[in-house]
């Protein structure tokens, strides 16, 4: 049994499943974020086909192509887009701009350390357009202002149609594909820099955004205990936000540990709400492919498929624990409904 076989093929029918699931989702309720994460997964479901199809009958320059635009670009920037719409009313905008301008300083530094052939002005400029960015979120959800989902939807679109652009026109060395010698898994050498570097701009943008925002997402339905205070009115003096804002990522871990107990015996009652456990599943969902991509690109391929099945078992578990999903028990695509129950109120 050849697992870069066998792992690609399960990642990509269970992506295909969920991308399906989301469909219907979306054609109940019209959310714009379900029809977001219904692209990424189904980028999820073709990218895995990508490397099925490569370990099963061999790669191809235009799949090597294909794997690597939709899969080390695509997945994480559109998931985590998803994310953003859904919390768009929130304060998540601080935490956001503080993850598109890490994702800017490591791209930079990425290419400070390992020079890509090709990169040219890539790193200054991806560098540039990531603060801008998140200055851009940052001033919109002080203002209390509701543009900057959009803004962030405006940039991966934007940053989606100039990938693939770039692949497009990109030239690769022969053979035009390459993969890791002993594993046999591909990897991203080939790849000029200045497209090498979209990945650490997307992914770890797309990959904080989803991991970050479903345990922002639980913290909120949690029952809570408050062991640190702080404070993001938008009205307070501006030096006393800015102090906020640095108090708030230490407050709200330290906060999020001290609530487990209380919310585990809310789960074993039946009085937790249904979101938690579910965020914190799809925030697993995010974390796992996001670190074995990760090693990936450092020449540690052997984990990259079995992350990258965890990750969408993860996800999709998340999603099916979700009220969203159970709140009403039907037949996919129809209007049957078997069954329908209400979601006790957040602690």
């Known amino acids: 049994m050849n697992l870069?076989?066998?792992?690609?093929?399960?990642?990509?029918?269970?992506?295909?499943?969920?991308?399906?699931l989301l469909v219907d989702q979306w054609r109940e309720r019209r959310r714009a974020y379900q029809a977001v994460w219904a692209v990424g997964m189904l980028w999820y479901a073709i990218s895995a086909g990508t490397e099925f199809v490569g370990g099963a009958f061999g790669w191809s320059e235009p799949l090597y192509r294909a794997w690597y635009l939709i899969g080390a670009t695509w997945v994480a920037g559109w998931l985590g887009l998803g994310t953003v719409l859904l919390l768009g009313r929130t304060r998540f905008g601080y935490a956001l701009a503080g993850s598109l301008f890490l994702a800017g300083?490591?791209?930079?530094?990425?290419?400070?350390?390992?020079?890509?052939?090709?990169?040219?002005?890539?790193?200054?400029?991806?560098?540039?357009?990531?603060?801008?960015?998140?200055?851009?979120?940052?001033?919109?959800?002080?203002?209390?202002?509701?543009?900057?989902?959009?803004?962030?939807?405006?940039?991966?679109?934007?940053g989606t149609l100039g990938s693939a652009v770039m692949m497009a026109f990109a030239t690769l060395p022969a053979p035009g594909w390459v993969v890791d010698p002993t594993t046999h898994i591909p990897t991203g050498e080939l790849i000029p820099g200045y497209l090498r570097l979209l990945t650490p701009l997307f992914n770890v943008t797309g990959a904080f955004a989803l991991s970050l925002g479903a345990?922002?997402?639980?913290?909120?339905?949690?029952?809570?205990?408050?062991?640190?205070?702080?404070?993001?009115?938008?009205?307070?003096?501006?030096?006393?936000?800015?102090?906020?804002?640095?108090?708030?990522?230490?407050?709200?871990?330290?906060?999020?540990?001290?609530?487990?107990?209380g919310a585990a015996v809310a789960l074993v009652s039946g009085r937790l709400n249904s979101r938690v456990p579910a965020t914190i599943?799809?925030?697993i969902g995010g974390f796992i492919p996001a670190v074995t991509?990760?090693?990936?690109?450092?020449?540690?391929?052997?984990?990259?498929?079995?992350?990258?099945?965890?990750?969408?078992?993860?996800?999709?578990?998340?999603?099916?624990?979700?009220?969203?999903?159970?709140?009403?028990?039907?037949i996919p695509f129809t209007s049957v409904v078997f069954r329908a129950r209400r979601e006790p109120d957040a602690g």
Request: net charge positive; aromatic share 12%.
């Open 4 to 20: 870069n076989v066998v792992l690609p093929l399960c990642s990509s029918l269970l992506s295909f499943i969920f991308f399906g």
């Open 105 to 158: 300083l490591f791209t930079a530094l990425s290419e400070a350390k390992y020079h890509y052939s090709g990169s040219g002005i890539a790193p200054g400029l991806y560098f540039g357009i990531a603060s801008v960015l998140a200055v851009a979120v940052a001033v919109d959800t002080i203002r209390g202002g509701d543009a900057w989902p959009r803004i962030v939807a405006a940039a991966i679109v934007a």
């Open 215 to 261: 345990i922002f997402s639980a913290y909120i339905f949690m029952p809570k205990r408050r062991l640190i205070g702080y404070s993001l009115d938008r009205h307070q003096p501006l030096p006393s936000l800015l102090a906020n804002l640095l108090r708030a990522p230490v407050a709200i871990a330290v906060n999020l540990v001290g609530s487990l107990p």
């Open 281 to 283: 599943l799809i925030a």
């Open 293 to 330: 991509s990760g090693l990936s690109r450092f020449g540690s391929t052997g984990a990259f498929f079995v992350g990258e099945l965890l990750g969408v078992v993860f996800l999709l578990a998340g999603f099916l624990a979700s009220i969203e999903v159970f709140a009403e028990i039907r």
